[in-house]
């Protein structure tokens, strides 16, 4: 984050703006909107800032710059659309210590006035740190279309209401959901639409029933919801896991989850990794099943945020029978599994009509051990089987589909980290498996496919240096011996 955000108040509070052209213009508007005292120092300037001045919103005064109008303002905008007279206003305010802005010159500001949207009291900025300013724009325009335009007088409407919420609702958690209830409700609806008036009879309705309902509200059970976070890109959760998860008290997760998708909890929400970190203890299944459990029966709602789906290789159906056993609420949010996910990511049609009518999902570890299938119905022609946890057993994978009847000349794409920024995709022959996986020295969560969709596969291209390199190094240095590629340890990393 190159830049930290803040919402700085302005009210009353002095700014001085040097330039009177259009883009002086430009950025008096918004510093006008949030109050500010503004000075406007130029020799010149257009229509819009005359009749400011001339009806007393903002000063005007006609003369140079000097770095004797800077000590006592808040912020310094300098519009002043001259290399020099910009260089100078900045010198001057970094000097003072006051947050300085040059329009469209980064390098001599010390902030950046972001791209808004306003529904006062509720406001959007955006930035791209001017990096793409065109991509702000766009996201603002996006924003602008889908943001109703009476969001600002929801949240009045809302907090009009506060101090009554508190007073008939007194436990905060309860109040929480009131509120969540609230914007998702009828009430709501009808403040966005302009009905004020019949809205605010019916929020006093809701209030009345409130108070009879806010001590069964207060005393409420949590609930648990297995969430699908889906193969890694945060992009593939559903808006309804990004809602569970936004609602949520506490966030159970494990090492498939990344930060990025946790960091869509709430700020206050806590949030308990019980993957397997380097070094550290990893958390057991009956271990994750306790603590799912006890925060519940506390009254929280659990998040319980699981890579891919969670009912797919992800023990969900273990979790769910443990605490329906304790009478507790289990819901469940489907995700993206990597099979889907990561295919799609490589550019594998999973059941191509030409190819592969039927397709099969295995996990490369049964219960104990080698998974109890049936090797032969696997071996068959016209299928895609989509192997899970599969890398560190590659090695039998392979023996056991020749040895049942498949062709060693399959084809097989093995995909480690799908969907994220670190993809590999790599493709090969099933006799070869087991080397190319090893090959490749893959540790992430790595996903194999057997068939001829395989062959369909959109491979990550190596870097050209590493691997040009064994080959020119016996021309550029004759006597060093050729490097041979070390054999990497099963994965542990991707087992769950
Ligand atoms: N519930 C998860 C699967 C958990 S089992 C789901 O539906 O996707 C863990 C295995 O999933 C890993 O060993 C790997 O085989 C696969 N996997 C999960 N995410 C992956 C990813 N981003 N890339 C490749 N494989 C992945």
């Given at each position: 984050m190159q830049h930290f955000p803040i919402f700085l108040s302005l009210n009353q509070r002095p700014v001085l703006l040097v330039g009177g052209g259009e883009t002086a213009a430009r950025k008096l508007r918004p510093l006008a909107k949030a109050g500010a005292q503004v000075l406007v120092v130029a020799e010149t300037v257009g229509p819009e800032i005359v009749e400011a001045a001339s009806a007393g919103r903002i000063t005007w005064q006609a003369r140079p710059f000097t770095p004797a109008d800077v000590p006592g303002q808040v912020l310094v905008v300098s519009a002043a659309e001259d290399d020099d007279v910009d260089r100078v206003v900045s010198k001057a305010a970094k000097a003072a210590g006051v947050p300085v802005n040059v329009v469209d010159r980064p390098s001599l500001s010390t902030f950046i006035m972001p791209a808004l949207v306003d529904r006062s009291p509720i406001l959007v900025a955006i930035s791209s740190g001017g990096a793409a300013p065109i991509l702000a724009r766009n996201i603002r325009a996006f924003l602008e279309s889908h943001l109703p335009a009476q969001l600002g007088a929801l949240a009045r409407f809302a907090d009009s209401f506060r101090d009554a919420v508190k007073a008939v609702v007194g436990d905060a958690a309860a109040r929480r959901?009131?509120?969540?209830?609230?914007?998702?409700?009828?009430?709501?609806?009808?403040?966005?639409?302009?009905?004020t008036t019949r809205a605010r009879e019916d929020m006093i309705g809701l209030l009345n029933r409130s108070a009879a309902l806010a001590e069964a509200t207060e005393n409420q059970a949590g609930r648990v919801t297995l969430i699908g976070a889906g193969p890694g890109d945060p992009d593939l959760l559903t808006f309804r896991a990004l809602r569970a998860l936004q609602q949520a008290d506490v966030v159970v997760y494990d090492q498939l989850v990344g930060p990025e998708i946790v960091d869509y909890a709430r700020r206050d929400a806590e949030r308990v990794f019980v993957g397997k970190a380097k070094g550290a203890h990893s958390a057991s299944q009956a271990e994750i099943n306790a603590l799912l459990a006890e925060h519940a029966l506390a009254g929280r709602r659990v998040a319980r945020l699981k890579g891919g789906d969670p009912m797919v290789f992800g023990r969900g159906g273990e979790e769910m029978a443990y605490l329906a056993e304790r009478h507790i609420t289990v819901d469940v949010v489907p995700g993206i599994t990597a099979a889907t996910g990561c295919l799609a990511a490589a550019g594998i049609p999973l059941t191509h009509r030409d190819h592969a009518p039927m397709t099969t999902f295995i996990a490369g570890h049964g219960k104990d051990g080698e998974p109890q299938v049936d090797w032969p119905a696997l071996a068959r022609q016209n299928q895609s089987l989509v192997i899970y946890m599969g890398a560190s057993v590659a090695h039998s994978l392979r023996d056991r589909l020749i040895g049942a009847g498949m062709a060693a000349d399959m084809p097989v794409a093995?995909?480690?980290?799908?969907?994220?920024?670190?993809?590999?995709?790599?493709?090969?022959?099933?006799?070869t498996l087991p080397a190319l996986i090893r090959g490749h020295g893959f540790t992430g969560p790595t996903l194999i496919v057997v068939g001829a969709v395989a062959r369909f596969a959109r491979v990550t291209r190596p870097a050209l240096l590493p691997a040009l390199l064994p080959a020119l190094l016996p021309?550029?240095?004759?006597?060093?011996?050729?490097?041979?590629?070390?054999?990497?340890?099963?994965?542990?990393?991707?087992?769950?």
């Open positions: 959901r009131f509120w969540e209830r609230f914007f998702d409700g009828p009430v709501a609806t009808k403040v966005l639409a302009g009905e093995v995909i480690e980290n799908g969907t994220r920024s670190n993809q590999k995709v790599v493709t090969g022959e099933l006799a021309a550029l240095l004759p006597n060093v011996p050729v490097p041979v590629p070390v054999p990497v340890q099963p994965m542990l990393a991707e087992a769950v």
